[in-house]
């Protein structure tokens, strides 16, 4: 899970009431009249403009562009062939008539460049999903972009969603986990980028030319559009942990809690659990005592930090979580979710995430490690006569003593050189995991390597500084086909 919060600089809040509530109103109409998303799949335009925008991307080269002038008379009908599609669902899309028509105008002005490296600033700039968070609305959303743990590539995609918006999410929302951006959605079609794991849709992944705004002082420096929105597939997150988390229950023989066995059986209820969970965790990434360099902001650094940082997110779902399900004052429904959430935050975390991936440089897979540790080491979770078991009434405080650790490791950060920040994160993460036996870090840097620049620290973290325990080992073997399955997967392949 990545930051969409952090992309909320610069977007306009605070406007008078009674113009909100008229937009507000204005927006339900027209989203009221527009297509549902099995209605949009089914409409043969659909089809076209797939198999159209699938046609554009053995053409494209890396950074979307599509070099070799011998393609560029072919590449030109196919996208009059989605020009053309785009046009027609406008109209019958109200809400995204603005970004439809918009962006059909972007396709055809990369066509008149001589496919030149795409530049959709303008369609981008128009699409604004979060304007209008309800159950099941609609959108089709056709780019030159890169999909997260798909591919690397900017390559023309095309996806239908609609958005899971369930009334207890929009109460969370609207009180203590205000977060304007984000987008909990559902596939219901799309093109071979997201036919892999990816499970987010984020505005930055789009190819943009930066830009000066207009009307702005001589000297501003270009800038990308505003990012109002950021999307995570909930029905792809929950299918999967419902494919692997039942495998892995069945291999280690734990004996699950009946809510948790349902959480299983329901693919709708997951889907609002990890709904819940996402909210919270992308909030977090500009909330609580940071270090002053988020680490959302690229950079090279030891891949462990990135591993606290997404289990700090999690962990502060969990507790969030924890809390409303104890509260006397939580609504029967909320407390239900709250509760699977604990399930699935621990659940996913350690059975997907910590076998999930290469070995290389994987903070994922770190974060999953150390909670399984944690919770063993704590006496909450054990492996006795080859079973798995977990002790689930203590299970929550333990869990929350995780997340305390990582949250006072950042306050006491913010005192302290980057430099003894990570050493201090390593020593955090190395108390519970055992580091590779070869590790530099864990015999501790030289005084030349403290006295160099951070790059000598992180060209000395080993790729597979902590490698994977027996247990994970023995797993991993055992789940691999199961977890290679899940590519692709959706809520309704489920």
Known sequence: MTDIAANATGTIIGEPEVVEDRAAADRTALTDAALTAAELVADPAWSRLKLAAEALRPMQVHDGSIPESAHHAEAAQHVAVVVEAMRYFAPLMPHDEQYLTTCAADFERWAESGFVVPDFYES????????????????????????????????????????????????????DYGNALYLGLRFADFTPGYDTNSAVLFPESVAVTPRVPEGAPEGTPAQLPTFTWGAI?????????????????????????????????????????????????????????????????????????????????????????????????????????????????????????????????????????????????????????????????????VVVELSNAINELYWASIDRPKAVHWLKAYELVSSTLTPHPASVWARGLSDEVFAGPLKGYTDLVLDDEFPLSMFYEALQKKMAVVIESTA??????A
């Open 124 to 175: 981008l700039d128009a699409f604004h999903p979060a304007r209008d968070r309800r159950d099941g609305v609609a959108h089709l959303v056709v780019f030159p972009m890169y999909t997260q743990n798909g591919s690397a590539d900017r390559l023309v995609e095309a996806v239908v969603f609609e958005v899971i918006w369930p009334d207890f999410v929009a109460e969370l929302e609207a009180g």
């Open 233 to 397: 597939f909930a029905d792809r997150e929950a299918a999967r942990y419902r494919r692997v988390v039942r495998a892995a229950a069945d291999i280690t023989k734990l004996d699950l809690p009946d809510d948790a066995l349902e959480l299983l059986d329901d693919q709708a209820l997951a889907e609002r659990t990890f709904v819940m969970w996402d909210m919270i965790h992308d909030r977090t990434h500009m909330r609580g005592d940071l270090p002053f360099d988020p680490f959302m902001i690229k950079q090279r650094m030891p891949f462990f930090l990135y591993s606290l940082e997404e289990l700090r997110c999690d962990l502060t779902a969990f507790r969030e979580a924890v809390t409303l399900w104890r509260a006397a004052d939580t609504d029967d429904v909320t407390r239900q979710h709250a509760r699977l959430v604990q399930y699935a935050v621990i659940f996913d975390r350690i059975f997907r995430f910590a076998i999930t991936g290469t070995r290389t440089r994987n903070y994922d897979a770190v974060g999953g490690q150390l909670l399984f540790a944690w919770m063993h080491q704590k006496g909450v979770l054990h492996w006795t006569d080859t079973q798995l078991a977990i002790d689930w009434e203590h299970v929550p405080d």
């Open 488 to 493: 692709g997967i959706t809520g309704r392949t």
